[in-house]
């Protein structure tokens, strides 16, 4: 169910953006006014404005209830937890190969007795 909606939410997004980019801007009502021309259109005299403008209402409702039902789902979700907890740790830790105990005693003496080198 979430996959699907999430799919959905796409389509919407970009049904969305599509719809916004037809439609004309408010300039574009004086050029129509002085004899554009655009009573011969698809959508008639009054221009594709109350259909694209509908439609994008309406996907933009389905977008916002789309995009709560998606928010409920996830906080009810029943694994609880942040994902670094319920990570599972694929090889233990381990010394590494060349251990600090086992340093020739000429190199432990040059580095002042301690078990790291000194810095030249």
């Given at each position: 169910m979430q996959s699907f909606l999430l799919v959905f939410h796409v389509f919407l997004s970009v049904g969305i953006i599509a719809?916004?980019?037809?439609?004309?801007?408010?300039?574009?009502?004086?050029?129509?006014?002085?004899?554009?021309?655009?009573?011969?259109?698809?959508?008639?005299?009054?221009?594709?404005?109350?259909?694209?403008?509908?439609?994008?209402?309406?996907?933009?409702?389905?977008?916002?209830?789309?995009?709560?039902?998606?928010?409920?789902?996830a906080s009810n979700r029943e694994q609880a937890g942040s994902v670094v907890n319920n990570s599972v740790i694929s090889a233990p830790l381990e010394k590494p190969a060349a251990v600090v105990d086992d340093m020739p005693a000429a190199v432990k003496s040059e580095s002042n007795g301690s078990d790291v080198p000194a810095a030249e």
């Open positions: 719809l916004v980019l037809l439609q004309r801007g408010k300039g574009a009502d004086a050029g129509a006014a002085l004899g554009g021309g655009s009573s011969g259109s698809v959508f008639g005299s009054q221009g594709s404005s109350n259909f694209l403008s509908t439609t994008t209402a309406v996907f933009a409702t389905a977008f916002f209830v789309v995009s709560l039902t998606l928010a409920y789902m």
